[in-house]
C-alpha cells in the first residue's frame, strides 16, 4: 500500500491518506464483509420467499362543481354561491370524509376484515369483536394510500392484500361507503318531507284566514272598513269644521246682543226734530193794554187824590207787577219744538232682534252638529277596530301565502335534489373504478437489487466500523497524526504458516534526523537522545500490514511494538 511522502521546509516528511488506503481496509476485513454481505442478502431472500404476495389495487374520485345546490334560506329568491373552481380545502375535506371512521368501519365488516386471525385468540386473549373491528380500521387507515394527484382534483387510493379479489372488494366497498357518506354530510335527508309539512301546514293556515276574513266582511257590513274609515274621517272632518264656525257663529253673535243692549239702553227712543223760539204777542199786547189802563187811571185818580191816596197806591201797585209781567215776558221768549222716532234706536233695536234669532238658530246649530260628530266618531272608532282586525287578518294571510309558496318552491328544489342523490349525479364521482389486480406488487428482481444494495451499504458499514475501533497503526501517516513525530522506517509484516510474524528490518539507507530515541534495523528502540536511520527502506506497495517501530500513543506507558 502507498502512502503519499511529501518533505516540506524543515526536511520532514509528511503523509496523506489515499484511495488505495480506503481499499486497504476492505482487503484486511475481507472475510468479515463478505460474511455480512451474504447474511444481508440471504435474509432479504428469505423474506422475499416467506413474506406473501401482495396485490396493489386502485381507485380514483375526481371532485367536482358540475351541481350547484340552492342554500336552505328563509327568503324567496336563495344566492346561488357558484365556484368554477374546487378549493384546496374541499378536496382535503372529501379525503378526511374518506378516512372517516364510520365509512371505514362500514368497509371492515362488509369485507370482513374484522374476522379473528388463526394466532389472534394466542395473541389478543379475551379480545372482543368490537376490540377486532377497532383494531381493523386502524390498520385499513394505514394500508389505504390516499394521494392527491398534483395539479388535478383526482384524489388517488390504493389499497394492497394478499388476496386480488379482496383488494378490489375493499376500494369498491369504500367507494360505495364515500358516496353515501357525502350524501349524508352534503344533503341530509328528510329536506322533502320537512318543506312538505311545512307547505301544507301554511296552505291549510292560509285557508283558514280567507275564511275568517269572509266571515268578517258578511258579518260586519263592511267590505273595506279602512277606505269607509277615511270617508267617515273627512265627513267628520267637514262637520267638525262646520262645529268650529258655528261656535265661533255663536260667540259673535252673544257679544254683538251685548252691544247691541249696551247701544239700546243708552239711545233715546224719540229726538227732536224742529225747534222754534219767539215771543208772546198776545201776551204782551194785552200786558200793554192793562199796562195803558192803569196808568191811565192813576192820571185819573192823581187828578183827584194824592199819591199817597189808597187807591193811588194799588194803582202804583198794579203797575209795577204789571211792568215786571211785561218784563219777564219779553225777556222768556217762547219756545216751539218738533219730535220724531229715533231711527237708530230703532236699528239697533231691530238688529238686537234680529241677532237674538240668529244667535238661537246657530245653538240649534250647535246642538245638531255636536250629534253628527258624535255618531260619525263612533262609526270612525269602529270602522279603525274593524279595520285593524281586517288588516291582523289580511297581513296573516300574505305570510301564509308567501310562506306557502316559498315552501313549496324549496319543497320541489328538495324534490329535485333528492332525485339527483338517488341517480349519483353529484359533485364527486369515481373516476376509475377499482380492478382486481394479477400482477404482484414486488417481483424478484427488485428484491435482488434491494439485496444487493443493502448487503453492500451493511457490509462497508461493518468494515469500517470494525477498523475505526481497531486501535492499532496500520499506516504510517496514522504515526505522524498521533505520535506527531516523524516516520524512520516502515516494515512490511508478512504471515507465515507455523511461524507467527516475520519481521525483516535489515537493509542499508543514509539519513539523519532529529528526534527523541535511536533507532535500528532490528524493530528496537532507545531514548539516548541520538537517531540513526542507516538501512534500506521499503516503499510499502505490499497491501499487506507494517511494522511500525515509534513511540506509544499514551506517553504514560512504556513502547510497543505494533
Not at 14 to 27: E, H, K, L, N, Q
Not at 221 to 243: E, W
Not at 253 to 262: A, N, W
Not at 336 to 341: A, K, L, W
Request: a neutral charge; aromatic letters at 6%; proline letters at 4%.
Amino acid at each position: 500500500m502507498t502512502d503519499s511522502i511529501s518533505t516540506n521546509g524543515d526536511g520532514n516528511r509528511s503523509y496523506s491518506f489515499t484511495a488505495r488506503d480506503v481499499v486497504a481496509i476492505g482487503f484486511r476485513h475481507q472475510r468479515v464483509m463478505i460474511l455480512c454481505f451474504l447474511g444481508v442478502v440471504l435474509g432479504v431472500l428469505l423474506s422475499a420467499v416467506f413474506l406473501p404476495t401482495k396485490y396493489r389495487a386502485e381507485t380514483k374520485l375526481l371532485v367536482k362543481r358540475e351541481r350547484v345546490d340552492p342554500i336552505v334560506t328563509p327568503e324567496q329568491t336563495a344566492p346561488m354561491m357558484f365556484k368554477d373552481t374546487v378549493a384546496e380545502e374541499e378536496i382535503n375535506s372529501e379525503v378526511e370524509l374518506i378516512q372517516s371512521q364510520d365509512v371505514l368501519q362500514k368497509v371492515v365488516t362488509t369485507c370482513g376484515l374484522d374476522k379473528p386471525k388463526p394466532l389472534s385468540r394466542f395473541l389478543h386473549p379475551g379480545e372482543t369483536q368490537q376490540n377486532r373491528t377497532d383494531r381493523a380500521i386502524l390498520q385499513l387507515r394505514t394500508d389505504l394510500v390516499l394521494e392527491v394527484v398534483k395539479k388535478t382534483n383526482i384524489i388517488s387510493i390504493a389499497y394492497e392484500s394478499s388476496k386480488p379479489e379482496l383488494a378490489q372488494r375493499v376500494l369498491a366497498t369504500l367507494d360505495a361507503a364515500y358516496l353515501d357518506k357525502h350524501l349524508e354530510v352534503h344533503h341530509p335527508a328528510g329536506q322533502e318531507a320537512f318543506f312538505d309539512e311545512e307547505a301544507t301546514k301554511y296552505k291549510q293556515e292560509m285557508m283558514n284566514v280567507e275564511s275568517q276574513l269572509s266571515k268578517f266582511s258578511g258579518g260586519q257590513n263592511s267590505v273595506a272598513p279602512t277606505v269607509q274609515r277615511d270617508m267617515v274621517l273627512q265627513k267628520l272632518a267637514d262637520f267638525t269644521g262646520s262645529l268650529d264656525t258655528t261656535r265661533a257663529s255663536i260667540a259673535e253673535g252673544k257679544k254683538r246682543i251685548g252691544d247691541l243692549e249696551g247701544q239700546y239702553n243708552s239711545l233715546p227712543s224719540r229726538i227732536t226734530t224742529q225747534a222754534k223760539k219767539g215771543d208772546n204777542a198776545q201776551v204782551l199786547q194785552n200786558l200793554k193794554a192793562t199796562l195803558l189802563t192803569l196808568e191811565m187811571k192813576r192820571t185819573e185818580l192823581l187828578t183827584k187824590f194824592q199819591p199817597t191816596y189808597p187807591l193811588v197806591v194799588e194803582v202804583d201797585k198794579q203797575i209795577t207787577d204789571t211792568h215786571n209781567a211785561l218784563t219777564m215776558e219779553e225777556t222768556s221768549p217762547v219756545k216751539e219744538e218738533t219730535t220724531d222716532q229715533n231711527p237708530t234706536y230703532a236699528w239697533v233695536n231691530g238688529e238686537l232682534a234680529k241677532a237674538k234669532s240668529d244667535l238661537a238658530g246657530l245653538e240649534a246649530r250647535e246642538t245638531a252638529l255636536n250629534a253628527i260628530v258624535g255618531v260619525y266618531l263612533s262609526q270612525a272608532h269602529k270602522l279603525e277596530e274593524q279595520g285593524i282586525l281586517q288588516g291582523d287578518l289580511m297581513r296573516t294571510q300574505k305570510a301564509d301565502e308567501a310562506n306557502y309558496l316559498l315552501y313549496n318552491k324549496k319543497r320541489e328544489e328538495a324534490r329535485i335534489a333528492d332525485a339527483l342523490d338517488r341517480t349519483r349525479i353529484l359533485n364527486v364521482s369515481i373516476a376509475q373504478n377499482p380492478v382486481i389486480p394479477s400482477l404482484p406488487t414486488r417481483s424478484i428482481w427488485v428484491f435482488a437489487l434491494v439485496a444487493c444494495l443493502l448487503g453492500s451499504a451493511v457490509s462497508l458499514g461493518v468494515v469500517f466500523a470494525l477498523d475505526y475501533a481497531d486501535q492499532s497503526f496500520r499506516t504510517p501517516t496514522e504515526v505522524m497524526t498521533e505520535l506527531r513525530i516523524p516516520v524512520l522506517a516502515a516494515v512490511p509484516s508478512h504471515r507465515v504458516s507455523g511461524n507467527g510474524l516475520h519481521k525483516n528490518g535489515n537493509g542499508n539507507g543514509n539519513g539523519n534526523g532529529n528526534g527523541n530515541g535511536h533507532s535500528n534495523g532490528n524493530g528496537h528502540s532507545n531514548g539516548n537522545g541520538h537517531s540513526n536511520g542507516n538501512g534500506k527502506a521499503h516503499n510499502a506497495l505490499e497491501d499487506v500490514p507494517y511494522e511500525l517501530t515509534s513511540k506509544t500513543r499514551n506517553p504514560n506507558f512504556q513502547e510497543r511494538k505494533h
